[in-house]
C-alpha cells in the first residue's frame, strides 16, 4: 500500500463535493501537493492526465481557491463511505488521517488555553461521525457540534493535540503538504511562547 496514495485518496475524500469532478481548497500550496501526487497515481493506474486550474476568486473575501478536476475513476473511489475507505487503507490510516485534516481540518494556536487546537470541520456528519470513531481509537476527541453554518465539527481534545500531531507529522519523509508543516512548526513556536503567534479562532477551530 502507497503513503502517498493513502494520503491523497483522504484528502480528496475530504475535500470533495459528492458526485462533482472537482474539488477546491483555499491553501494553492497544499492543492499543488495533492496535483503531485494524483498525477503520480494517475501515471501508475495509466489514468489520462489531470492538471490544477488557476486559483478563481472564492465566495468570500479576496483570498482565492484553487480547484482540481479528478478523473472518474477517482471520483468513484472518493465518492465510497469513508468506513469503505478507511477499511482499504487501514495498513497506512496515519497518511490517511493527514489527508483527511489538511482537506477539512484546522490545526491551529488556542489563545484561550496557551494550547494547540486541531479539529475538523464537514456537512457529511454520517463520514464525519466516521472519523471521529476511528480518531477516538488512538485519540481521545470531544463530542460532534453543529456549527451556525450548518456543518459540523469535532476536536481532538486539549490533552491529546500534541500527540495527534507528532503522530501524523513526525516523520518528514511521509507525505504532507509542506505549508501544513510551516503551520504546525508557528504553533509549536507560539507554544513555547504562548500569545505571540495566531489568535484563537472563534466558534470551532474547524470553521
Keep these: 500500500m502507497d503513503p502517498k496514495e493513502a494520503y491523497l485518496i483522504g484528502f480528496l475524500h475530504a475535500t470533495r463535493v459528492p458526485g462533482h469532478p472537482t474539488v477546491r481548497h483555499r491553501d494553492s500550496v497544499v492543492m499543488e501537493e495533492a ?29 482565492k481557491e484553487a480547484r482540481l478536476t479528478l478523473p472518474p475513476e477517482i471520483v468513484e473511489e472518493i465518492n465510497r463511505p469513508l468506513s469503505e475507505i478507511f477499511e482499504v487503507f487501514r495498513p497506512e490510516q496515519r497518511h490517511l488521517e493527514r489527508g483527511i485534516l489538511e482537506g477539512c481540518g484546522t490545526l491551529c494556536y488556542k489563545k484561550s488555553t496557551h494550547g494547540m487546537g486541531i479539529s475538523f470541520t464537514s456537512h457529511d456528519r454520517d463520514g464525519l461521525e466516521t472519523l471521529r470513531n476511528e480518531v477516538q481509537k488512538h485519540h481521545p476527541c470531544l463530542p460532534i457540534l453543529k456549527t451556525e453554518r450548518g456543518s459540523h465539527w469535532f476536536s481532538i481534545e486539549d490533552r491529546a493535540t500534541k500527540s495527534y500531531a507528532e503522530w501524523l507529522y513526525g516523520n518528514p ?29 472563534p466558534g470551532p477551530v474547524g470553521e
Excluded: W, Y
Excluded at 501508475?44 to 490544477?52: D, F, G, N, S, T
Design 173 to 201: 519523509t511521509d507525505p504532507h503538504s509542506p505549508s501544513r508543516k510551516r503551520k504546525l512548526q508557528q504553533v509549536l513556536g507560539a507554544l513555547r511562547s504562548p500569545g505571540i503567534l495566531l489568535n484563537d479562532p
Design 35 to 63: 496535483a503531485k501526487f494524483l498525477n503520480r497515481v494517475c501515471e501508475h493506474r495509466k489514468i489520462p492526465h489531470v492538471r490544477l486550474h488557476h486559483p478563481e476568486q472564492p465566495l468570500h473575501g479576496m483570498e
